[in-house]
């Protein structure tokens, strides 16, 4: 008799521990299950989230999160604007997790306050120009001068007076430039209106600060001279950098007299996009030329 009650015991043992395993096995099969399905689910969402976005060529996979979260905070911008912004950077402050330019010694280079140059960074082919259209101890990149000279002439016979006043900048010169502002202004307006050093697109040697000759820069857009450049300069390479009403996108203050050398093939597309330089790079240079 106590055998038969020990062997029913084990049995009743082995059954309970049968029992324990399966729905042990079971629970887990059904969290597998469940994890399986979020999974699922999770990925059908985000492939939903990335379709208004990744139709358009400067999609970038990697932005996806930021992407929602500025059109959250921005719902009135369409979806180009909100990629264009998020790869310009413009959900970041500036001059935060910037990177170095690429493309350099080439038309295409963006400099702002996200891409910036090298310290000992020198332009190739760097020019004097001639006093009869800049004061003296000016240099621009030799494509840029030879379009500007043709720019300044042809104006010349329209009547209109136009000189350059600044154009290639070294790293130091920067420096100087901007560390005076900060003395006089702060760092926080400083930074509206001028470049902190390696930021500088005169650093590039394609830029020209304009205006009607011996007349103050800062009245140039109250002159003729400024109208025939919106007019016309776009036929000779060059585009007005900082446009108005573009302060958010540029992050810098409206500035008549700076122009950008990019070539009259895309200065002519620029112009007629109606986006900045900056716009148009994320949206169309940047895959090509990176």
Known sequence: MKKIVIILSSIIVII???????????????KDIEEKKENIIEEKNTKEKANEFSKYSYYKEENLN???????NNPELSIEDIITRVNLCLDKEVYTDTVPSTNLNTNYL???KFNYLDRNYIPNNLELLDNSYAKSGIYLVKEAKDNLERLISDAKNAGMNIRVISA?????????????YV?????ENADTYSARPGYSEHQTGLVVDVTRAF???????????????????HNYGFIL???????????????AWHYRYVG???????KASNLTFDEYYVRYLESDNN
Not at 264 to 270: D, G, R, S
């Open 16 to 30: 309970f521990i049968v029992l324990l395993v399966f729905l042990f096995n079971t629970n887990s099969n059904d």
């Open 66 to 72: 930021r992407y929602e979260s500025y059109k959250a």
């Open 110 to 112: 963006l400099v702002n």
């Open 168 to 180: 290639y900048r070294s790293y130091s010169y920067q420096e100087n430039l901007y560390n005076n």
């Open 183 to 187: 003395k006089n202004d702060g760092v």
């Open 215 to 233: 007349d103050d820069f800062n009245n140039f857009e109250n002159t003729n001279e400024y109208t025939w450049m919106l007019e016309n300069a």
């Open 241 to 255: 950098r900082y446009p108005k009403d573009k302060e958010n996108i540029t992050t810098y203050s409206f500035e």
């Open 264 to 270: 009259i093939e895309l200065a002519k597309k620029i």
